[in-house]
C-alpha cells in the first residue's frame, strides 16, 4: 500500500513554456503532498507544501508564481512550471503522508519516483 | 534554525565490516529524526525513525539529544546496503529537512 505516482518522469521543453507535473496518490487520500526538488548530488530541498482544498504554503525563496501548486483532490496535486527556463532544469519529486494527523502513519512520507525537466 | 548535517558524502566500506553513517542535527524542540534510503534506480523510501525503536535490514539508529546525533549503524554490510542514505529531521508539524545524503558503498 500507501503509493505515489508521479507523471511524467521525464520532461523536455523549450525556454519560455509552462510544464505541469502530476503526484496521485493511489491508495491512499493524501490531504498534504510536499513537492521537493533535487539538484544533482544535492539533497532535497522543500519547495512547499500542498494542501488539499486550499493554497500551498511555500518554502522562503521559492516563487509562488513560478511554481503554481493545485491540490484539487485528496489523491492529486499538480506542480506547474510557468516560463521555464534552464536554471529550472532539475528532478522534482513530491510525496505524501501515509497517514492522517495523529496516526502512526502521519509523519511518514511516500515519494514518488521523481520527474525529471531539462528546460532547453 | 533547523539543520541536518551528513558530513560523509561517501563511505566505502568491504562486505561483513561495520557500517555508521552520521547525521548530527540542530534543532530548538523535540526532534522527530527519520533515515531515508534510495537504492539505485528506485525512488526514496522510509528505513526507520527514531520513535519506532526498531531494527530495520539491521539498522538501527539512536538518538543521542546530548550529541545531538542520529548514526544509523549496522553490524556487519552486505553488498545489497549499497546505496544513497539520508537523514531528515520533521520540523513545523509535517515537513522534513534532509541532509545531504551518504552514498553507502559496500565492496566484496
Known amino acids: 500500500g500507501a503509493v505515489v505516482s508521479q507523471h511524467p518522469s521525464w520532461v523536455i521543453c523549450k525556454s519560455g513554456t509552462s510544464v505541469k507535473i502530476e503526484c496521485r496518490s493511489l491508495?491512499?487520500?493524501?490531504?498534504?503532498m510536499f513537492w521537493y526538488r533535487q539538484f544533482p548530488k544535492q539533497s532535497l530541498m522543500l519547495m512547499a507544501t500542498?494542501?488539499?482544498?486550499?493554497?500551498?504554503?511555500?518554502e522562503q525563496g521559492v516563487e509562488k508564481d513560478k511554481f503554481l501548486i493545485n491540490h484539487a483532490s485528496l489523491t492529486l496535486s499538480t506542480l506547474t512550471v510557468t516560463s521555464a527556463h534552464p536554471e529550472d532544469s532539475s528532478f522534482y519529486i513530491c510525496?505524501?503522508?501515509?497517514?492522517?494527523?495523529?496516526?502512526?502513519?502521519?509523519?511518514?512520507?511516500?515519494f514518488g519516483a521523481g520527474s525529471r525537466l531539462t528546460v532547453l | 534554525a533547523q539543520r541536518v548535517t551528513q558530513p560523509e558524502k561517501l563511505l566505502s566500506v568491504f562486505k561483513g565490516a561495520p557500517v555508521e553513517l552520521k547525521c548530527n542535527y540542530s534543532?530548538?524542540?523535540?526532534?522527530?529524526l527519520f533515515w531515508y534510503v534510495q537504492y539505485s534506480r528506485q525512488r526514496l523510501q522510509l528505513l526507520l525513525r527514531?520513535?519506532s525503536r526498531e531494527s530495520i535490514k539491521g539498522f538501527t539508529a539512536d538518538l543521542n539529544k546530548g550529541e545531538t546525533s542520529f548514526h544509523l549503524k549496522k553490524p556487519f554490510a552486505q553488498e545489497e546496503d549499497s546505496a544513497m542514505y539520508y537523514c531528515?529531521?520533521?520540523?513545523?508539524?509535517?515537513?522534513?529537512?534532509f541532509g545531504t545524503g551518504t552514498q553507502l558503498k559496500v565492496e566484496l
Open positions: 510525496s505524501a503522508n501515509r497517514g492522517p494527523p495523529g496516526s502512526s502513519g502521519a509523519n511518514v512520507l511516500t
Open positions: 491508495d491512499f487520500q493524501a490531504t498534504t
Open positions: 500542498s494542501n488539499e482544498g486550499s493554497k500551498a504554503t511555500y
Open positions: 534543532y530548538s524542540g523535540s526532534p522527530e
Open positions: 527514531h520513535i
Open positions: 531528515a529531521l520533521l520540523r513545523g508539524g509535517n515537513k522534513l529537512t
